[in-house]
């Protein structure tokens, strides 16, 4: 749904920008679009403009023309700006174990805490995105003495709602994450409907939680541990898991099962940053 909006909201905007230009939006000539991403190189990044050529492009397919991005009148125009600015996207910080434990630390006993302390766990401990942390039912999320059965109906990697089953284990500790979601469930008297739902200051249930608003309490919770908020969003669960599992030894393939990641070379960003200070090259060499 995310990515829709996106290419909507994208194909306005080009649509617009060819108007006021007089030149044809569809079919768009590949000079038109190179024109169109030079005069907008300054306001936007690289990564926005990379998505704005995939959206032009989806539009054309969608309408039955072709529209090649490989281009020279579109490629010269991307590559030169790659080499100028680079490619590197901004990354949200990992919420790794550690810093979650810091974070949870500072939570108490309200109903946000709560709902804020099981949130966070199972977004982690489940590698969650937060489309489908939000999405979420209670009758997705089995409480079982092993641990947590959940259920993901559809994610973005899952457009036909195929359908995934994750474990979450019980751990028998102060951040065991079933044990966070059924503290919560029996504080906020949920026994259907969305298993995450808002807080009113006066401790009052609400409804369904939106993705916009698990980015906010990830960098609420994480300013409050002494973090810099604005490094850490609603991927930062995800992240977690994926860097604090590769900084455990755990294996690729066991990662990418939790993780559901298509592609292990997306993958391996998190498994280099979790071994990055595996050996100390700095001690090695004798500084």
């Known amino acids: 749904a995310n990515t829709v909006r996106a290419y909507r909201s994208d194909w306005a905007h080009f649509s617009e920008w060819c108007a006021r230009e007089g030149l044809d939006p569809l079919p768009a000539a590949p000079a038109a679009v190179g024109l169109y991403i030079a005069a907008h190189a300054d306001a936007l990044s690289v990564a926005t403009l990379s998505r704005r050529l995939s ?48 974070v949870l630390t500072g939570l108490g006993d309200t109903l946000g805490d709560r709902r804020d302390r099981a949130l966070l766990l199972v977004g982690t401990a489940a590698a969650l995105r937060r489309s489908e942390l939000v999405a979420l039912d209670v009758a997705d999320i089995a409480v079982l003495p092993e641990g947590l059965r959940i259920t993901i109906r559809r994610s973005k990697t899952d457009q036909d709602g195929a359908g995934v089953v994750l474990a979450v284990g019980r751990t028998g500790t102060a951040t065991c994450p079933a044990a966070a979601f059924a503290t919560w469930l029996a504080a906020a008297g949920i026994a259907e409907g969305a298993a995450f739902r808002g807080v ?27 973090f810099d908020a604005a490094a850490y969003a609603g991927h930062s669960m995800r992240a977690g898991f994926a ?33 990055l200070f595996e050996q100390n090259l700095t001690a090695e060499i004798g500084l």
């Open 243 to 275: 860097t604090s599992a590769a900084r455990a030894g755990i294996g690729e393939l066991a990662i990418a099962r939790q993780t559901r990641h298509t592609s292990l070379t997306v993958l391996r960003r998190y498994v280099r940053e979790g071994q």
């Open 200 to 226: 009113d200051r006066h401790g009052r249930v609400g409804g369904r939680l939106s993705g916009n608003a698990v980015a906010l309490i990830v960098q609420r919770r994480a300013a409050a541990a002494g």
């Open 55 to 102: 959206s032009i492009a989806a539009a054309h397919r969608l309408a039955g023309h072709g529209l090649d991005p490989r281009h020279p009148a579109i490629a010269d125009v991307m590559a030169g700006l790659r080499r100028e600015r680079g490619s590197a996207q901004r990354h949200a910080e990992a919420l790794t174990v550690p810093r979650l434990r810091q």
